[in-house]
């Protein structure tokens, strides 16, 4: 019954004191899972990432079940909870029996001998809590939303009535921070809330990009193809198939969205044929990993391209792929090694690809949502306008410029952007399109991406 799987999850959950501070991921492939076979690292990979996505709620119901405050329980005895009620309520294809049995076994292990009985009191009440589950519904006192199709029906009224008090309701029924989701109500229409708020609490697909035109992939990768050309999605998740590709340079994981900041820049620079100067510099300042570094590095082959980032880690990452993938025309420089004096007009095109709130890819990014209440958002929109700037100054009259975030939030996006354009720096630039993307994860898998915002800039003058 993958118990060895679940009391991983526990022991790292167990870590969780505080609700804006959710516990780092390791690596798969990283020490913390090497005990687990590779079927029981993905089960417990699920385990924790639903726990962490699905926490408000989680807490919301045992709040209801317990005789006392959830403040009161010992860790890592909430963390089994935690780990016992997503599997009852919100986990497909997990039995009651194992649900709750191995939550009892758990306890015990974790030396709660006396809370074994707690466990299974907790765990039978929410079990005859639940009714069934039926088609999605408008948002109800006695429903659970599970995703975009449907909902868990529940014996009685547990959650805070959406008429009265929409964000109570988000809060509780689909674990989203309160703040967060008073932020929606100002950023977004009341359809388009809802369609957000199930997308984060999705499992997301996983996405790649193929970075071989024309190339088919084989059947035991499962592959199928996105809607946007050159993209696929894993149907069936990643596998071992899908890592050599990725490795072999054939595909990189990129969702449709991620990608679209690199598409616009590479078809910029072929419609004002910048792709056919000699020494075509390009400036990628927030590189990370290099994914949109690598798209763009294979569809302008003589461009000279800068990746700068100040993640040295990333940038060793980085170099390595660079390497193995023999892209020459890649420069990777630490930003703590930038010379912006020398670099004063000196790129064709830049890529701004800002660090930003991750409120695009909430499905992704788990622990995001939890964070975001205490996040300094003044003090990063700063660090965006200040990148911005950077990158104006330094690109040739009448540059191309692209700003990117995977944020739905405007005061970071269209609002950054004009506060870019009215002042000096960036009075000689126009707009020339602005693209904002909602996440995306009803119908067709290969319809579903991430959500975030583009916007592509010019300079006009001399």
């Known amino acids: 019954m993958a118990m060895e799987a679940r009391q991983a999850a526990v022991e790292l959950l167990g870590r969780w004191r505080q609700l804006a501070a959710p516990p780092l991921l390791p690596e798969r492939g990283g020490p913390f899972w090497s005990s687990l076979s590779a079927r029981d690292r993905a089960f417990a990979f699920d385990l924790v990432q639903g726990v962490i996505r699905w926490r408000g709620t989680l807490d919301h119901l045992l709040g209801l079940c ?4 959830l403040e009161q329980l010992q860790h890592p005895l909430h963390a089994i909870l935690w780990l016992g009620t997503f599997q009852l309520l919100l986990q497909d294809g997990v039995a009651d029996y194992a649900a709750i049995d191995t939550s009892v076994v758990l306890a015990r292990r974790f030396g709660h001998v006396h809370a074994g009985s707690l466990v299974n ?5 929410l079990q005859r809590l639940r009714v069934g589950p039926e088609p999605l519904s408008t948002p109800r006192v006695d429903a659970l939303p599970l995703d975009n199709q449907r909902q868990l029906r529940l014996g009685k009224k547990v959650f805070p009535d959406p008429q009265n008090d929409f964000a109570a309701w988000a809060a509780a029924a689909a674990s989203h921070p309160r703040p967060l989701v008073e932020a929606f109500l100002d950023w ?3 359809a388009d809330i809802r369609a957000v708020l199930s997308a984060d609490n999705m499992r997301p697909a996983v996405m790649l990009r193929c970075d071989a035109p024309g190339w088919l992939p084989p ?3 499962g592959l199928g193809a996105h809607a946007q050309a050159g993209y696929f999605v894993a149907v069936d998740g990643w596998n071992e198939t899908v890592a050599a590709l990725v490795d072999q340079g054939l595909l990189s994981p990129q969702d449709p969205t991620a990608g679209l900041a690199g598409r616009e ?11 056919r100067r000699e020494h075509l510099r390009l400036l ?17 082959p003589t461009a000279d391209i800068t990746a700068v980032d100040i993640a040295a880690a990333k940038l060793t990452q980085l170099e390595l792929r660079r390497q193995r993938l023999g892209l020459t025309t890649i420069q990777v420089r630490p930003a703590q090694e930038a010379n912006w004096d020398q670099w004063r007009r000196f790129f064709d095109a830049a890529l701004v690809d800002a660090p930003c709130s991750n409120t695009g890819v909430l499905a992704r990014r788990v622990q995001a949502r939890w964070r975001w209440p205490l996040l300094n958002r003044p003090a990063l929109r700063n660090l965006q306008l200040r990148l911005l700037r950077q990158a104006a100054a330094a690109l040739r009259p009448r540059g191309i410029l692209v700003y990117s975030t995977c944020s739905i939030d405007p005061a970071e996006n269209q609002e950054l952007v004009a506060r870019f354009l009215g002042d000096p720096t960036g009075a000689d630039w126009r707009m020339v399109r602005a693209i904002t993307v909602l996440p995306r994860n009803s119908g067709e898998v290969t319809q579903r991406c991430d959500g975030g915002f583009v916007a592509v ?5 001399e």
């Open 457 to 461: 800039l010019r300079q006009e003058a």
């Open 284 to 300: 990628d300042l927030c590189a990370g990993l290099g994914t949109k570094t690598v798209q763009i590095a294979r569809a302008l």
């Open 219 to 221: 059947a035991e990768s």
């Open 188 to 190: 977004l229409s009341p």
């Open 265 to 275: 820049l590479i078809s910029l620079c072929r419609e004002h044929s910048f792709e």
């Open 121 to 125: 009191a907790v765990l039978r009440r």
């Open 66 to 69: 317990l005789d006392r405050p």
